[in-house]
């Protein structure tokens, strides 16, 4: 394995953040929700179990469907508090775009130190007492003052969205806890007519990219042990709109086979659990993906795994392509054909005629036991 299938195996099969399943017993919801969909027969549609981006339900008595997902980025917020809780509302607000469906509302909940304690904002938030800066590229604050940049995060992003607030929780606790606690949930409103679950479905579909890369967050290869710095994924306000915009105008098409958005290792993460999850493989030319100007430069192995926000993937017959890419790039969106699902078992990341990575579904023990290292 090179260093970059390291960094993203590691992400897909041993972190509990795309491995949650192997840390919660989800057939104890599963048990819980059949249980209540005996009393509403068909209530809930998409659960834990199915391991998707968001929930489904639908409103008894109703043929609305609704979707409902909560994303938390506490760790970021050490480093960045007001971009780390704009990602926390829009990675929620993609997740559920990506089953089809548009975001209307949000609660969020911080929880945080005692008001008048004083912390350091950055990277050395992570490392000594908490309250030292060595680098020089810190603040300090109180820890009321971090909670307002947490929510004036929260809130422009909603703004961006066109998303309200309803509700939240609000928590000053965490006597000793270095990383405060930031949690969004967003619920919106299926427009396709079914949801569109993430597991590939058909050998051939093409893989629609819409938005554009850069050189922001890194914190698959963070995780991973290959970054010395955490470095979160920027803020997006405009571009989240617009790809939001663009994804529900391919919906709207009702050509769209599989769709996910493109949150924790970026690229690499929406492509090889779409393709795992479906039973089937891929292949992409990172050649292919649109970069911005400060991401010229970049490695196709951070291309890979970048985390750069306001991005989806969609999985489109091939006759069905130039329509669905003239109802994306009508909005305003950038839209690029990336790659192909295959019958293969495994993901192959190319640029040009370059092998990046390959990617199995079912890594060996072997495999697994030298990520363990």
Not at 80 to 85: K, L, N, R, T
Not at 181 to 206: F, M
Not at 254 to 266: F, P, R, V
């Amino acid at each position: 394995m090179n260093q970059i299938e390291k960094a993203l195996m590691h992400a897909l099969f041993l972190h509990p953040h795309h491995n949650t399943d192997k840390t919660i017993d989800f057939g104890k919801f599963k048990t819980l929700n059949n249980k209540v969909n005996q009393k509403h027969p068909g209530l809930i549609l998409v659960e834990p179990a199915d391991n998707d981006d968001a929930g489904v339900f639908e409103v008894p008595g109703t043929d609305v469907r609704m979707v409902f997902k909560t994303e938390s980025h506490c760790s970021p917020c050490v480093v960045e508090p007001y971009g780390s809780a704009v990602t926390c509302l829009t990675g929620a607000a993609r997740d559920v775009v990506a089953m089809g469906a548009e975001p209307l509302v949000a609660t969020d909940f911080i929880g945080t130190q005692p008001p008048e304690n004083e912390l350091v904002v950055g990277p050395c938030g992570f490392t000594g007492d908490g309250k030292t800066c060595t680098c020089g590229n810190c603040e300090t604050m109180t820890s009321v003052e971090r909670v307002q940049l947490m929510l004036d995060g929260f809130r422009e992003g909603c703004d961006a969205l066109g998303i309200g607030v309803v509700a939240g929780g609000f928590s000053t606790s965490f006597q000793k806890d270095i990383v405060p606690a930031v949690v969004g949930s967003v619920v919106g409103k299926l427009i396709t007519d079914e949801p569109l679950k993430k597991p590939a479905k058909n050998v051939g579909d093409n893989l629609i990219l819409i938005g554009v890369t850069s050189n922001d967050g890194n914190d698959t290869a963070y995780r991973a042990g290959f970054a010395d710095v955490m470095l979160p994924a920027q803020p997006l306000f405009e571009e989240e709109r617009i790809s939001m915009d663009g994804a529900l105008a391919a919906f709207r098409t009702g050509k769209i086979n599989a769709c996910s958005d493109l949150g924790a290792a970026g690229i690499g993460a929406a492509v090889c659990e779409s393709a795992r999850y479906g039973g089937l493989g891929a292949k992409v030319d990172l050649s292919l993906v649109p970069l911005k100007a400060e991401a010229s430069d970049n490695k196709p192995e951070a291309t890979l795994i970048n985390e750069t926000q306001a991005r989806y993937l969609l999985h489109v017959n091939p006759s069905d392509v130039e329509e669905v890419l003239g109802a994306i790039r009508a909005t305003g969106a950038t839209a690029t054909n990336i790659g192909e699902i295959t019958d293969s078992g495994e993901v192959v990341f190319t640029f040009a005629d370059e092998t990046v990575a390959v990617i199995p579904n079912a890594p060996s023990a072997d495999m697994l036991a030298e990520l363990a290292q």
